[in-house]
Structure formats: C-alpha cells, structure tokens
C-alpha cells in the first residue's frame, strides 16, 4: 500500500483528491467511509497485533520457501524461514509486542501449527509460482491502483492469484465480500498483462479453509464499473469532507471503535462533541 502524505494548511488549502489507491483502502471505504477515513486520511495507527505479527511474519516465510529448490519445501524448512523472519521483523517492526518470554514462545508455537495447516492445502514441491508478494502500480482509466499481490500460478486452468490469510475463514456464506481485493489484482493483472486470470483463492491457514472462485471478463469489467464509482465517491468525500460510518457487526473488531463518532455517546465526551477527528484535506491510499 502507498500512503502520499500531502503537506496543507488545513483551513485554507484547497482539497485536493485522490492520487492513487490500493485494494485495502477500497475494500475500508466500501465497508465504512469513516474507517477509510481513520486509516488513509487521518493516518491514525493502531497497536500492532498478534494476529497482524504473525500475518506479516507467515506471508514472509512462504514467500521465501519457493526460493529454495521444489525438494527442499518441506514443513521443517517452513519453520526455520517462519523463525528467521521473526527474528528479522520483532526489532525492526514489533520490538515490544510481547511481555515476556514465555508470551512469545506460546504465540510461536501456535504460529508453527497454523503454518502446519499449509501443507494440507497444497504441495508447494508440485509447482512454481510466477510471482510472488508482487508490488503491482497501476494505471485503470483514470485510476491509478496500487497493491501488493501474494501470488500468482499458471496453471493448465490458466492464471490463478492466490492470498494468503493467517486468521479463521469466515463461514461460506460470508465468503464472497473476501474476493473483494482479489477481484482487483485480478483487474490489474488483465489490465498489465492482456490476459484475465481463471480463479481467485482465499487461503486461510487457521483451519485451514481453501475459497476458490472462476473469474472472468464480465465479471472483471463490472469490478472496473464499481472501482470507479468507489473511486468517485472517495473524491466526493474528500472535497466535502464528509466520512459517514457505517455501523455493522465488524465494528466489534475495529481498531477504532473508541474514537468512531457512531459510538462516541459510549466513549469520550469530547469526541461526541467533535464529532470524530476533523478530517485533512488531501489523501491517496
Ligand atoms: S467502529 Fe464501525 S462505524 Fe466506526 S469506523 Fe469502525 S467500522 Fe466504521
């Protein structure tokens, strides 16, 4: 993901619109403007995670096992590039996410047994990927699209992206909003390439759970159609400066639900009175 930060004056500079996008920061503002707002406008950070340590610190792991020769991709071999990259990614990204040792041990222990779950979704020694954790910027009519890509295969079913999720799945009813981002890489891979990916798949490692769905150029022009639409409102919302929330069960989860103006009579007084944080007046997300 880029984040430009734009320099303003607040009152007095003109609002300015949106630069570039990637698909999390569309996929925020479809569920909730004000999310997208928190997170691509107001910058605000969050506390790092467990969940997002070992999110960060898997996706690594398995991005390196298909450096290494076909024969060599062995759970084991897993293990060691998953405790390689912690120990690369806890000073530099989460130095203080644990208490204690014993904390850390526990949280790598269950990371290892999620990872487990990997090799009964697939045989990584059966076949190459044709790219990896691939950084795709890229030019949509008059969007231009930024994200990083998991994975890619050609396979004799043609091309199939891959994402990598650490948590739970969710259940199969619920499933269809996940492709959501993937939807877009895959617009992004047929807009870069001239060729239209055959499925997208949800890999959740926490189960694991497989989601596989076709995609084709119907389907991929539609997603263009509501990308522009997304983007459009996002601009809108920018000049007026106006994020409504969007209340759901979701909001139990979010990171900003102690600041959301949707639930301030529960929180601060003086957030209810400001009605949230005030908005910048420049983004891309
Ligand atoms: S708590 Fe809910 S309404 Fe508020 S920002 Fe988060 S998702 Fe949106």
Redesign the pocket.
């Known amino acids: 993901m880029l984040i430009v930060t734009v320099e303003t004056t607040v009152e007095l500079a003109a609002p300015k619109v949106l630069e570039t996008l990637s698909p999390s920061r569309a996929s925020d503002f479809k ?2 403007p ?2 997208f707002k ?1 997170k691509a406008i107001d910058k605000i950070e969050t506390p790092a995670t467990v969940h997002q340590a070992r999110g960060t610190t898997a996706h690594l792991a398995l991005q390196r096992l298909f450096d290494d020769p076909a024969t060599d991709r062995t759970p084991e071999r897993l293990y060691d590039l998953f405790r390689e990259a912690w120990v690369e990614l806890r000073n530099s990204e989460y130095p203080d996410m644990f208490e204690s040792q014993e904390e850390e041990r526990e949280w790598g222990i269950q990371s290892l047994g999620i990872l487990a779950n990997y090799f009964s979704t697939e045989d990584p020694s059966s076949f190459e990927p044709t790219a990896r954790e691939l950084d795709i910027l890229q030019e949509v009519g008059d969007m231009t699209i930024r994200g990083i890509l998991d994975r890619m295969d050609e396979t004799a079913d043609g091309l199939i992206i891959t994402d990598y999720k650490t948590g739970k799945a969710p259940p199969e009813r619920y499933a269809i909003p996940a492709f959501f981002a993937l939807k877009i890489y895959a617009l992004l891979i047929r807009q870069r390439t001239g060729k239209t990916p055959t499925h997208l798949r949800l890999l959740f490692l926490n189960g694991p759970t497989v989601y596989e769905i076709p995609i084709n150029d119907r389907q991929l022009d539609a997603m263009e159609r509501q990308l522009e639409a997304l983007w459009s409102a996002i601009n809108r919302a920018i000049v007026s400066g106006d994020f409504p ?4 069960r ?2 139990d989860w ?1 990171s ?2 102690d600041i ?1 103006p ?2 301030a009579s529960q929180g601060d007084p003086a957030v209810a009175e400001s009605g949230g944080t005030e908005s910048g007046t420049g983004a891309a997300a």
């Open positions: 569920l909730c004000q999310l928190f929330t969007r209340t759901s979701l909001c979010c900003y639900k959301c949707a639930f």
